[in-house]
C-alpha cells in the first residue's frame, strides 16, 4: 500500500513538471488559474469552462485514477453527445464521480456539467476548485439551462446527508425526500443515466454520523440548516487505495410531457426507478 501512495504523490509532483522548468512565475501563474478561479456570479454561469483548465484538471486526476486501478463498466451507456443526467450514489470523498468525470472527457471531449448545494460557494478554495470544473449551484433554473444547452448535467440526490454516512452505514442510500433530480430530468425531457462506485465508500474510515453531530449543532447554536461534520480517515489526508469499479446502467427513459415534473406521483414513480437501479449497482 505505501509503494502505491507513493507512486500517486509522485504522479501528481509530475502533472506541471514541465511548467516548473520553464520558470517559477508562469509555474506559480498555472496554480493560481487552477484554484483561483472563482468570480461572484460563478456559481450561475452555464458557460462551458475553460478547456485549457480542465485539461489539467484531467492530468492531476489521472493520479488518483491510477492510485485507484479505476475503471469504468458500462460507459457505453454516457451519451456522447445531447443531454442528459447522470444521477450518482454520494461517497464521502467524491474522488468516484471526479474520475467517471475523467473517463467522460477522455473519451468524448466534453465536460459533465455538476450541480452541487450552494454552500460549496461560501468555502474559498472549494469554490475555486467547482468553478475551474464547470460545477454550479444545483438550482431548477441551472439545472434546466445546462440540459437545454444540450449538457451532460450531473448530480448526488443523497448531498451532504448520504455524504457524511458513518462506516457502519456503507453501501447504503440516504436520500430522504430529495427527488428535485427527478422533476428536472422530466421538465427537461432527458434520459437519466444512474451510476454508482460501491467500493468508494471504504475510500475512507467515517466513524461517526457527521449528519446527526450537525442537527445538533444547529439546535445548539440556531443555524438556519444542519452542517454535517464528518471525519475520515484515511492515509493521511490520502484515501485508502482501494480499487475502484464504477458501475454506469442504461438509460432511464420515459414518456412524459414536461408538464408531468408537477406531478408529484409521476416525480415520485421516476425517483424508484432510480433508486431501485442505484441499489442494484451498489449490491454489485
Known sequence: MLVRVLSALRDAAEVDRGQVAAGAPRYAGSV??????????????????????????????GAFARYHRYRVEGLEHVPRRGAALLVSFHSYSVIDALLLGRAIYLRDGRVARGLTDKLVFRVPGLRDVATSLGIVAGTPDNGLGLLRNGELAGCMPGGALEWSRPARLRGTMRWGEHRGYARLAIRAGVPIIATACP?????FFVPFDGWTVGERLQRWVGASRALPVALGFGFGPLPLPVRLVQHVAPPIVFDLPPEAADDDDEVRRLDLRVRRTIGDLLAR
Open 32 to 61: 493560481r488559474a487552477r484554484l483561483r478561479a472563482y468570480q461572484p456570479g460563478d456559481e450561475d454561469r452555464l458557460a462551458p469552462p475553460d478547456d485549457a483548465t480542465a485539461r489539467r484538471w484531467m492530468t492531476l486526476l
Open 199 to 203: 467500493a468508494a465508500d471504504r475510500a
